[in-house]
T-cell receptor, first 113, second 116 residues
Framework: GDSVTQMEGPVTLSEEAFLTINCTYT??????LFWYVQYPGEGLQLLLK?????DKGSNKGFEATYRKETTSFHLEKGSVQVSDSAVYFC????????????FGSGTRLLVRP | DSGVTQTPKHLITATGQRVTLRCSPR?????VYWYQQSLDQGLQFLIQ???????AKGNILERFSAQQFPDLHSELNLSSLELGDSALYFC???????????????FGEGSWLTVV
């Protein structure tokens, strides 16, 4: 079935370090891809999305490119801040009758001052 | 604040009991989703409603049921609770029921359920 695989966490970085969180997917069709972020004590927030191959989603300094050839959607940020500490979820969905999201297991990011 | 309101925020109950979780979607949103986030199974889609009708069903147990009322709020009913049902239950909402360029899903802060 359709699924999303994320790198295990936690990922611990120093402030201003470069961030990469890997995400790969398995899907029978052509999904749209998403990154959601969950800050402590809060719900999930959409961070960015891409709807077709080679699209790049970006928001708040984060970027991810939809790579169909490698079935990947890795999240990157050039310089992380302490405030970026959160759990990041990669997800996919299809343009059909339902907007259900299939999530990866989440990756916790800890940024130290 | 996403605009999606969930109550209660925390709930502790005993095995075998029944609980009801409530969700009020964002103003104007017609579609409501329920997700379960547990340590062993991660974040899983349970069920979706659109304008009062069931739209899609995921990995929802038979002991669980949901409905969306005419005022668009939704309730998730969990019965014969087991220890493994302990989880964070998220509600989410969107204007339209399907993925489209302008349609975004907004999540509430979740209801923590602990079964003891």
């Amino acid at each position: 079935g359709d699924s999303v695989t994320q790198m295990e966490g936690p990922v611990t970085l120093s402030e201003e370090a470069f961030l990469t969180i890997n995400c790969t997917y398995t899907a029978t069709g052509y999904p749209s891809l998403f990154w959601y972020v969950q800050y402590p004590g809060e719900g999930l927030q959409l961070l960015l999305k891409a709807t077709k191959a080679d699209d790049k989603g970006s928001n708040k300094g984060f970027e991810a490119t939809y790579r169909k050839e490698t079935t990947s959607f890795h999240l990157e940020k050039g310089s992380v801040q302490v405030s970026d500490s959160a759990v990041y979820f990669c997800a996919l969905s299809f343009m059909d009758s339902s907007y259900k999201l299939i999530f990866g297991s989440g990756t916790r990011l800890l940024v130290r001052p | 604040d996403s605009g999606v309101t969930q109550t209660p925020k925390h709930l502790i109950t005993a095995t075998g009991q029944r609980v009801t979780l409530r969700c009020s979607p964002r103003s104007g949103d017609l579609s409501v989703y329920w997700y379960q986030q547990s340590l062993d199974q991660g974040l899983q889609f349970l069920i979706q409603y659109y304008n009062g009708e069931e739209r899609a069903k995921g990995n929802i147990l038979e002991r669980f049921s949901a409905q969306q009322f005419p005022d668009l709020h939704s309730e998730l009913n969990l019965s014969s609770l087991e220890l493994g049902d302990s989880a964070l239950y998220f509600c989410a909402s969107s204007v339209e029921p399907q993925l489209s360029s302008g349609n975004t899903i907004y999540f509430g802060e979740g209801s923590w359920l602990t079964v003891v």
